[in-house]
């Protein structure tokens, strides 16, 4: 399942015809990742992160797949509906919102958002009377890779007097939503997340506000190298019955899929521009680095795997980016075969923190992004 591969004879005409660094979206791929986690998530809707990859080819794909979209920013709101997403599809989860952003949602009627503080309450009933809030409760982000409760997340004993709270301010509390951290392969946290859930929507009954819709965000992981196992279908079906246990078939249950969608959907082809013996070291300066589409390594904190097409005895050896930072050192412990001028250096699994992270550093541009049909 993890071993896909792009064949060599595709890659080398694509890197003829449009050069590198290049950033390969496949459509089939998207499908079938949509595929993917409406079976095994049957009663869950995806709003799909906008932040995780917010190329317009893959927000218009999403559009036309009927998905929702999880926005943070007054321009991946306007961004979203210029491509034809509709507003009533949208939930704007960004715990910290700018005024701004808050003018452009009411002026759009995204009246569908998180919070988790009262002066965020505050700020959303002066901005946006009356729209409809789920509170953002902090839940056990264990061994996720990226820690989201960090900075996130109401303490779950505040729940009920947020919500309380929200309808004093004349706000209209609707739910709960939660992240579990991102590439979160521990299936206990969905689950711990969910009952802390299960008994806010309990307590809130109990105080006369009747809750409708359950946010079980984003997280879920995927295989980031060939022997990396799809954790998914197993944390799925228990999120699924977990799901069914505790809550009743009319309360709606939305995600927040990013990495999920679109992860495993692109690959990144790089060439190699420089080289150099450093410490009796092959060192290979690829025309993408760190300050790209490689920006994962940093903020991501990923591990990507390089392949190459070239055979022959392999050494370890380092691949570098293409700027005028040390910083920009990619992996210092790649197996390789000796590589040389113009040689393709690809990696599979980056969709997502990718190329929405890739800066302009040097006056470099990030990778030219091309859709394709096939698989990638
Ligand atoms: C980043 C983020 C997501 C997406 O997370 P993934 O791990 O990519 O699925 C969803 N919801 C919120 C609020 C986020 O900040």
């Not at 902090?138 to 820690?147: A, R």
């Not at 946010?215 to 799925?236: E, K, N, Q, R, V």
């Not at 939305?254 to 990495?259: F, H, T």
Request: neutral net charge; aromatic residues 10%; glycine residues 6%.
């Amino acid at each position: 399942m993890t071993d896909k591969k792009i064949s060599e004879k595709l890659i080398k005409e694509f890197v003829k015809n449009y050069g590198t660094p290049l950033f390969i979206v496949s459509i089939n791929d998207l499908k079938s990742r949509i595929k993917n986690f409406k079976n095994y998530l049957p009663r869950v809707m995806p709003f799909y992160a906008v932040k995780a990859n917010p190329c317009p080819q893959i927000i218009k794909l999403f559009i036309d797949e009927g998905l929702g979209f999880d926005v943070a920013s007054k321009n991946e709101i306007e961004n979203v509906l210029d491509l034809g997403a509709k507003p009533e599809k949208m939930i704007f989860a960004n715990t910290v919102k700018s005024p701004e952003a808050l003018n452009t949602a009411k002026r759009n009627r995204i009246d569908l958002m998180t919070f988790d503080s009262e002066y965020e309450l505050v700020k959303i009933a002066k901005y946006y009377p009356g729209a409809r809030v789920l509170v953002r409760i902090k839940v056990p982000n264990i061994g996720s890779v990226v820690e989201l409760s960090l900075k996130f997340g109401a303490e779950p004993a505040d729940a009920i007097s947020l919500l309380i709270k929200a309808v004093k301010l004349g706000l209209k509390p609707v739910g709960v939503s939660f992240h579990v951290g991102s590439q979160c392969t521990e299936v206990a946290n969905f689950i711990e997340a969910i009952e802390l859930s299960s008994i806010i929507f309990r307590d809130a009954l109990l105080k006369k506000i009747p809750l409708e819709i359950l946010d079980i965000g984003g997280g879920f992981p995927i295989p980031h190298s060939d022997t990396d196992d799809d954790l998914f279908p197993m944390m799925a079906e228990k999120i699924s019955s977990e799901i069914d246990r505790l809550f009743d078939v009319n309360i709606k249950i939305i995600a927040e899929p990013g990495r999920y969608l679109v992860g495993p959907a692109c690959t990144l082809i790089t060439r190699v521009i420089g080289k150099s013996i450093r410490d009796n070291k092959h060192w290979y300066y690829l025309d993408d680095g760190v300050y790209g589409c490689l920006s994962g390594i940093v903020y991501d904190h990923c591990k990507y795997q390089f392949k190459v097409f070239k055979k022959g005895q392999t050494q370890i050896s380092t691949l570098a980016g293409p700027t005028c930072d040390s910083f920009d050192v990619i992996s210092v412990s790649e197996e390789l075969p000796e590589l040389e001028f113009g040689d393709i250096v690809y990696t599979t699994n980056i969709g997502a923190y990718s190329i929405a992270t890739a800066t302009n550093f040097n006056s470099i541009p990030p990778a030219r992004v091309i859709s394709i049909n096939q698989e990638v």
